[in-house]
């Protein structure tokens, strides 16, 4: 689990102290994104889509409780035992009371933000169970020790050199070979044998379906597929507002999912797992651990309608320069930052300033969640709960004077208009935000409205 105690600007200059890895990052993520634009494009109904997903998912959480309740009816009905977690702490306590009844002593685990949001994994081990992420890019990250810096590519934030330095470490793979195909097989091979030899799978859920009891999980490497086909356990740990009212819902949102998510038009596997395989147990795992707080809140209770994309994220211009890693909690970019305050404002308050209002993040959200409203509103739960440092604090204070006071705001834009064109270029380079290894070339020290005078007289 991340540190609590992360602020988020001091986090992200520490990251980009290291301008070549920053830039790296940038460019993948924005990779992605424009994946998703040309996906996007490809479909006259894209908004329509769009639209529809968030009628059926705020319908939903309109009425959680009755589609919950038949959901739990129905996958009863089909053999699966469901259980209740009010928080984090029972989440674990039931997963591990499941695993210990069975003597089970080794996990395998498909992604599941959830379980990272509960911190699961070191509770099972240490209790002597072994957890094996199976998803690539959450082993990778598993290996090294810390969190995932993205929802869906967990593993984002790391070049092909850094992993293959860590598989020849862990893994024994050749030093110095960065072919992923290479590092893929090594890894896959490793997995199997996990595979074969543990006693449970665990599973998230991406959707689970009222009018059927069954949920439905989506992958493109079919690692959930075979740790629920190969134990005879199968446990599904889901957040309670994942749930749809019909099968018939369902289509739309596979088509938004991995389209906003990875650029694709579907992933590789969408799985239905409605009970146990034969002579085995399926157990479901519904968690609440602070959505029915966020679900009666009028501000914020949009933010459950979130289908884990990811969309946001790789739009959003701070998420790109400063990881995920930058942020406090588990959940990174424009919806952790929200659902992180809702959470804990004063653990995770700076997360709300990590944002410029752009609202791009609201155009490509795929469930249309008013991200970027919901950030200004946590803002101000973060300047109210007093956990802003005094300087950001005070000149929040003298921004909200001047916009109180218009003639004085007036007077101070008719004043910069007048002094900015005369100031000498040169001064920039002592600026605030100019760092070390950044310092701009020499300038002659005119002022920039010489400088256009020039300009304009070159073209003449």
Known sequence: MKQDNINHAEAAAAFLQDREQARWHDSAIWWVRQKRDAQAKQLPEWEQLRALAQQIKSHTLSRLDEYLTEFQTNAERNGVTVHWAADADEHNRIVYGILAAANVKKLVKSKSMLTEECGLNPYLEQRGIEVIDTDLGERIVQLRHEPPSHIVMPAIHLKKEQISELFHKELGTEAGNNDPTYLTHAARANLREHFLTAGAGLT???????????????????????????????????????????QAHLGVF??????SAIGSPITTYTSHFQQARPGGEMHIVI?????????????????????????????????????????????????????????????????AFACTTCGSCSNVCPVKINLHEQLILQRKRAFDAGTLKPVKKMGLLAMRFLTQHPSLLDAGGKLMRKVVPILPVALTQHSAWSRPGRELPQMPAQSFKEMWQARKENKQ
Do not use: W
Not at 208 to 220: F, L, S
Not at 228 to 244: V, W
Not at 254 to 259: D, E, I, K, P, Q
Not at 326 to 336: N, V
């Open 254 to 259: 596979t088509r938004l999912l991995a389209r």
């Open 287 to 351: 968690v609440d651990n602070g959505r029915s707080d966020i679900l009666g809140s009028d501000d914020f209770s949009q933010s459950l309608r979130c289908i884990r994309c990811g969309a946001c994220m790789n739009t959003c211009p701070v998420y790109r320069r400063s990881t995920g890693h930058s942020y406090s909690y588990i959940i990174p970019g424009p919806i952790g930052s929200t659902l992180g305050p809702s959470r804990d404002i004063k653990k995770h308050g700076s997360m």
């Open 204 to 246: 998230g859920v991406n959707f689970a379906i009222a009018e059927t009891g069954g949920v439905v999980v989506c992958t493109n490497e079919g690692n959930a597929d075979l740790g629920t086909a190969l134990p005879p356990i199968h446990i599904a740990s889901m957040g309670l507002e994942k749930i749809i009212p019909k």
